[in-house]
């Protein structure tokens, strides 16, 4: 073949025909005399009875995806620690330290966080590449298509059947999903281009540096949509109703207060005017929650807090249908229609502060007029119950000839004790022609109730249950040396006192370390009816100071009973932050010299860690990490869940692999990023477990690799992200978290998983005066219908956003249909691309 290069693409064909020629003289991975990075472990494995072999690898190949997920979940507790990173900095305009977040949230997803999730995936394809010299071969790039085919087709069906019935999620940040939407289709797109298009069958220098370099691009295009550069929502802003989101401009803002005011007066205050205008906007759970919940409850680990996520989801729902203020108008459709005096609510629904006294509620007729008419009307409980909070009331709205409207009043309850914001409900019934046309013949075809025959009636609560802050976002202690002795910081109550509200408060590590520096635990306080101050205890430790300060923080959280934060304080209206300052005392001894005290923070920091590290063989050992025995370790509520049955099989199982991974130093060193470094590693060593295991299993059982790839390996490295998913679907107000999330992954793995790989395979033979070969085939194809089938799937997205008002949920037919519809994409592209690959390979590599 020395002719070959010569020729146009004479490379491409020699480099084909050496890898032929291989393939043909190296034995299949499961045959006697082969073998991949690390597996067969014993020499006379491959002559074992082949049934064993399939039991044993099918085993093996599934407890390593539980031992990749179990670091996949270590790694994503580094990111979160790597992006939960705070700094505080002095802001001129309110003359104050304001603290905020480093890492943008779009930018740690389409990052850090795609790579926690996708890292299995992404490092198969590094790892073979320089494993197999720059070819490219095996599981890498069709387990990158198969694990995208899973999670856009599979996770979003169940996670559409997971939402209750009548219930509905929706995307909110629609620009930065339109954006991760589009690549997710155009990345597969442009494997087809460079693949079959511009350079068939090899991979230029410059198309893999395109491919990666798509990926800085992605995030920058996704940053500048999360901040709005691209525009708000054009479905949202054509809308007739007030609907109040995070996107909105100032003028829209303003348009929405003066409707507000017109409505429900201009002497009601800024709070209350708030209360009617807006939902409760909670900040959304992180992907690595979920991922690390979801993995923690398949192998027996410690359980993850769920609370929170479920009561902003019906506050943010009964806000919003609360806000639909115009009604639509209903048209007769046909002449005949016309003729009909029909008799319907003025609104659908209504809200009314309690202490307004009143409601006035309006029935309309359109059509026939020139007839007398009248329709029953009667309130009905909702929340709201009658003679507690409104009276109930019941009657006949009659309609002398001409009259197109009849106005009623309910009376609402006011009274001293906060409330949730509640409903009751008005329906309309018996609908009836008066006068002479009442004794027609087809009297009762002449008149009709319209579509709206029930009205909802929403009252809002105005007894205030106060604002919950520090008397100042700031605090100096001074410290005593070798003398503990205990703090009480104020948190203080005002703009009213009614009712018993709760907060949340942890105590955060700043420069100051836990244990060096102060001790205290993480609570709860409670505020009974009237109390104005309550008090948080920190022990400060008697620590020799000389000249040195540090700080800590504590944090205030997740109130209870409709309290709310000072938003003019650090932390804004989400929580309230008090930094605190523990100084030298004035009689410590003379200050030593620089070098010693940074020497001496260093040693309590490391001592801090390794005390951690310690505590995480603990958790390795035990059930559900030994949580019943750590009164820190508590839920949200309070009491520790017992394992199941599950968590002790799970356990047993997991627990070498748990005790492997207790190796990885926690996240107290270098802000995390020690822990990020090492759980990277581990991934990758137990990702060569998994490409060989599976290549086994593929082989004994005569499965071609691409085949394994798509079905074996995409299901078990993304079961985690499914049950993830469904959490964050069914806990979360909105879809952001369970289905933009598998766009900007799918994007990311094309980008990162494949671009990395191949610019640096591409560069390798470039230097060596040859071409990166990349066969299209059987890879191109299953590309092709993955990028079909992907089309499929977010056009249905976006029908079911127009026709149930959100991407997940909906009615029950509906819903099961559009489920069942993207499992049969996802089989379709599985049979597909198997019958692509077993016809172009003939079979597969297999043991005798």
């Not at 074992?48 to 979940?73: E, H, K, M, N, T």
């Not at 109730?449 to 929403?458: L, R, S």
């Amino acid at each position: 073949s020395s002719f070959l290069p010569a020729l146009p693409g004479g490379r491409a064909v020699a480099a084909r025909a050496v890898a032929a020629a291989g393939a043909m003289t190296d034995p299949a991975i499961c045959a006697v005399g082969g073998g991949g990075l690390l597996l067969p472990l014993f020499e006379a494995e491959q002559e074992w009875p082949r049934g064993l072999r399939i039991v044993l690898y099918l085993f093996g190949l599934f407890w390593s995806f539980s031992g990749v997920a179990l670091i996949a979940d270590v790694f994503m507790g580094a990111i979160e620690k790597v992006t939960s990173k705070k700094i505080r900095l002095w802001n001129k305009q309110l003359q104050r330290h304001y603290t905020f977040e480093v890492w943008n949230e779009t930018v740690a997803n389409l990052t850090l966080m795609a790579l926690g999730s996708s890292a299995p995936e992404i490092l198969l394809n590094v790892i073979d590449i320089f494993a197999k010299e720059f070819v490219v071969e095996g599981l890498g790039p069709s387990t990158i298509v198969g694990s995208a085919a899973f999670n856009l087709l599979m996770i979003i069906a169940v996670c559409i059947v997971a939402i209750p019935d009548g219930e509905t999620r929706s995307i909110k940040e629609m620009p930065v999903y339109l954006c991760t939407a589009f690549f997710s289709i155009f990345a597969y797109v442009w494997l087809i281009i460079i693949l079959q298009g511009s350079s068939p069958d090899e991979v230029t220098l410059v198309e893999g540096v395109i491919t990666f370099l798509f990926f800085p691009i992605l995030t920058s295009l996704a940053f500048a949509a999360d901040k709005g550069y691209f525009g708000g929502k054009p479905e949202e802003k054509k809308a007739s109703v007030i609907s109040v989101h995070a996107d909105m401009l100032p003028e829209e803002w303003a348009e929405a207060e003066a409707k507000i005011r017109k409505e429900h007066g201009q002497n009601i205050t800024d709070e209350q005017c708030a209360k009617l205008m807006t939902a409760m906007y909670g900040k959304p759970r992180t992907r690595a929650h979920y991922r690390i919940a979801a993995t923690r409850a398949l192998c027996g680990g410690r359980r993850v807090s769920k609370v929170g996520g479920i009561l902003a989801r019906s506050l943010s729902q009964k806000m919003s249908s609360m806000m639909s203020r115009t009604p639509k108008r209903v048209v007769p459709v046909d002449d005949e229609e016309a003729q009909k005096c029909i008799m319907e609510f003025h609104c659908e629904k209504y809200a009314v502060l309690e202490n307004q006294g009143h409601i006035t509620v309006t029935i309309q007729r359109t059509g026939d007029l020139s007839v007398a008419s009248r329709v029953k009307y009667c309130t009905r409980d909702g929340d709201a119950k009658a003679g507690d909070d409104y009276t109930a009331v019941q009657g006949w709205a009659t309609f002398a000839v001409g009259q197109p409207t009849f106005s009623f009043d309910i009376k609402i309850v006011d009274d001293c004790a906060y409330e949730e914001d509640e409903d009751f409900y008005i329906d309309l019934s018996e609908p009836l022609l008066d006068g002479p046309a009442a004794d027609a013949a087809d009297a009762q075809d002449k008149v009709a109730i319209g579509a709206k025959k029930e009205c909802t009636v929403t009252i809002i609560d105005d007894d205030e249950p106060g604002v919950l802050c520090f008397p100042a976002s700031e605090q100096t202690v001074h410290s005593q040396a070798g003398n503990d002795f205990d703090t009480h910081f104020a948190v203080i109550r005002k703009n009213g006192s009614s009712g018993e509200v709760t907060v949340n408060y942890a105590v955060e590590e700043a420069s100051g370390k836990r244990s060096r520096d102060w001790d205290a635990k993480d609570g709860k306080l409670t505020f009974a009816h009237n109390q104005m101050e309550a008090y948080i205890k920190v022990t400060i430790k008697g620590r020799a100071r000389y000249d040195s300060k540090d700080t800590f923080r504590i944090v205030l959280s997740g109130t209870t009973g409709g309290a709310k934060f000072d938003a003019s304080m650090d932390g804004g209206d989400d929580k309230t932050i008090l930094t605190v300052t523990i100084e030298a005392d004035q009689h410590t001894k003379e200050r030593v010299d620089n070098v010693k005290k940074v020497i001496e923070a260093q040693w309590d920091k490391s001592k801090i860690g390794h005390q951690n590290w310690g505590a995480q063989f603990k958790a390795a050992l035990y059930v559900n990490g030994g949580a019943e025995d750590d009164d820190d370790d508590d839920d949200d509520e309070g009491e520790p869940c017992p394992p199941t049955a599950w968590d002790y099989i799970a356990h047993a199982l997991t627990v070498p692999w748990k005790l492997l991974f207790a190796l990885v130093p926690p996240t107290d060193f270098c802000d995390g990023w020690i822990c990020f470094v090492c759980s990277l590693l581990m991934i990758g060593f137990v990702t060569m477990i998994i490409g060989d295991m599976a290549s086994l299993l593929g082989c004994v059982l005569c499965i071609p690799d691409d085949i394994t790839a798509i079905t074996f390996v995409a299901l078990g490295t993304s079961l985690p992200d499914t049950f993830a998913s469904k959490t964050a679907a069914t806990q979360d107000p909105y879809a952001d978290a369970s289905v933009g999330n598998v766009t900007g992954s799918n994007s990311v793995n094309v980008f990162l998983g494949l671009g990395l790989p191949w610019m640096i395979a591409a560069l390798h033979w470039t230097i060596k005066g040859e071409v990166f070969t990349v066969e299209a085939g059987t890879l191109a194809f299953s590309v092709t219908v993955f990028s079909c089938c992907a089309f499929i799937c977010l056009t249905l997205l976006a029908v079911r956003r127009r026709l149930c008002g959100g991407e997940l949920g909906g009615k029950g037919p509906f819903k099961w249909a559009s489920a069942g519809l993207l499992l049969c994409l996802w089989v379709f592209y599985i049979a597909m691309s198997s019958w692509k690959s077993l016809s172009s390979s003939g079979g597969a590599k297999c043991a005798s």
